[in-house]
């Protein structure tokens, strides 16, 4: 059982394409009593303003705390400052090798690194594909070493009609990791229900 009333979490978004799954997840969780530490990569601003013309104060705005990428000696750099956890969404493939080694180069993989040796939850939603042997090798290091590697796969079963629903449904499910049920928090899942509901159905092979 955590100590905190209401659960902490640190969000982090990196410089990959889909800046979308980050706002998500931040707004999901806006939602809910979680409270929030963001941290932004230069990248990730970069991607922000060219994916959705958003500054990051705006994104920032979101988020309960942030902290700047660059501020190793903020409160998410140490172990002694509990949380439940923290996502990176989207994780890049250069934040996810950064993190594998332990040698970090700035507040986002150190807050990860930290969340890594505290053993509490680190989930990774990694945006890229194909995927070259190496990339495979690291995310095999990462979950030997206790993280969660979560791509953004949609649930074609839940019957989502667009791409935002298919984005909420796959940042609403991946934060079903840090089970905030514990907290009272109900996230808007669209859980399987074993084929019962009229729209449901499977497509035999």
């Known amino acids: 059982m955590s100590l905190n009333i209401s659960p902490r979490l640190v969000v982090g978004i990196s410089g990959a394409s889909g800046i979308q799954y980050g706002l998500t997840i931040l707004r999901l969780l806006q939602a809910t009593t979680a409270e929030t530490h963001l941290v932004i990569s230069k990248a990730a601003e970069l991607t922000a ?29 140490s172990g002694s400052f509990q949380t439940e956890g923290m996502i990176i969404a989207p994780c890049s493939i250069r934040t996810m090798s950064e993190i594998s080694t332990g040698v970090t180069s700035s507040l986002l993989s150190r807050a990860a690194d930290v969340t890594l040796k505290e053993r509490r939850p680190l989930v990774l939603m990694v945006r890229e594909t194909p995927l070259h042997t190496g990339h495979l090798r690291t995310m095999t290091t990462l979950s030997e070493i206790g993280a969660v590697i979560a791509p953004p796969v949609p649930q074609v079963y839940a019957n989502l009609t667009s791409i935002d629903d298919m984005i909420e ?27 019962q509901s009229p729209k449901s159905s499977v497509t035999q092979v």
């Open 169 to 195: 449904q796959s940042c609403a499910r991946t934060l079903d990791l840090f089970r905030l049920d514990r907290f009272g928090i109900e996230l808007p899942v669209r859980r399987w229900d074993g084929g």
């Open 49 to 77: 303003k060219l994916e959705l013309n958003l500054s990051a104060k705006e994104i920032g705005a979101l988020a309960n705390h942030v902290h700047p990428v660059g501020n190793v000696g903020a409160t998410i750099a």
